[in-house]
């Protein structure tokens, strides 16, 4: 028997309409490569012995990474809620949001609040789920923020939110 792992955290189910684009992209471009990789199986299985057919093992575990990752995104997808709108107070952090901090020295960093599907598009990008995003949420500009973080509490002042088109 395997080792016991817990459940991963509930990811949140929201989405900018860029990201789900991008996910449905992904996932419409995944059958074609899947029907490719498919017809390079079966190629490789007609070459007789499979156990040393590094060809064949090969694509065997391609084809299970397509598939899982379809089975992801199809699922992932129908749990999505996209955010197309902007919040009544701009002036608020909230999802979607750029948001530009100052640190204690000095220093000004820019993040967009995205859900946990998209953050790894742009280094820019913070999931919503994050610790920094969690600190920013609700909180309005020339607010004081303190983030709990492994490496310590780390303190920023907003100064600007905006919200693109």
């Known amino acids: 028997m395997g080792r016991y ?3 991963a955290a509930k990811k ?17 471009n995944l059958w074609p490569k899947r029907r490719e990789v498919v017809a390079a199986l079966s190629a490789a ?32 997808l129908d749990e999505l809620k996209v955010v197309d709108n902007k919040p ?43 610790p920094v995003a969690k600190a920013l949420l609700g909180k309005s500009i020339d607010d004081d923020v303190m983030v709990e973080t492994p490496k310590g509490k780390l303190n920023y002042l907003i100064i600007s939110v905006e919200y693109m088109d």
């Open 5 to 7: 792992r817990p459940p």
């Open 12 to 28: 949140s189910p929201y989405i900018t309409v860029e990201g789900h684009q991008r996910l449905s992209d992904e996932l419409e």
């Open 45 to 76: 299985a007609a070459e007789g012995d499979r156990s040393e057919n590094a060809e064949y093992i090969y694509r065997k575990k391609q084809l299970g990474g397509i598939d899982r990752r379809v089975r992801y995104l199809q699922k992932r």
């Open 88 to 130: 009544s107070d701009q002036n608020k952090v909230f999802f979607g949001a750029w948001v530009e901090l100052e640190d204690e020295q000095g220093e000004v960093v820019k993040y967009r609040i995205v859900g946990p599907d998209e953050f790894d598009e742009h280094d820019d990008y913070i999931s919503m789920d994050s």
